[in-house]
């Protein structure tokens, strides 16, 4: 399925207010949806277990090429946390407390 530009004609005034609040809405859903998913244990420890996978709270240091594989990693675990704390941070804080003691 395409996606349809938000906007049809950029120089008219009342698409363009109309094509950001889509997108405000649009962003307020994502949140929504990610604080329904937080609001369950089990939510939070598929998360946690996906940051950990990705070592947000580790190095990316190696002695090889796989340097790069775990930026990548890192940075998708960093988009996870960042999405969390854009919802409500205090989920974050909820999330280590859980969590706390494990090794990441």
């Known amino acids: ?45 598929v998360l946690w277990r996906l940051m950990s996978h990705c070592g947000v709270f580790g190095s990316i240091f190696e002695q090889s090429s796989k340097i ?14 960042s999405e969390i704390t854009e919802a409500d941070q205090e989920f974050l804080f909820v999330m280590m407390r859980e969590n706390q003691g494990e090794k990441t």
């Open 68 to 81: 790069y594989y775990n930026s990548g990693c890192q940075d998708v675990g960093h988009f996870i946390m």
């Open 1 to 45: 399925m395409a996606n349809k530009p938000l906007v049809q004609n950029s120089a008219d005034p009342k698409q363009i207010k109309a094509a950001k609040e889509k997108e405000r809405f649009s962003r307020e859903s994502e949140l929504n949806d990610l604080v329904t998913v937080l609001n369950t244990v089990e939510g939070r420890r």
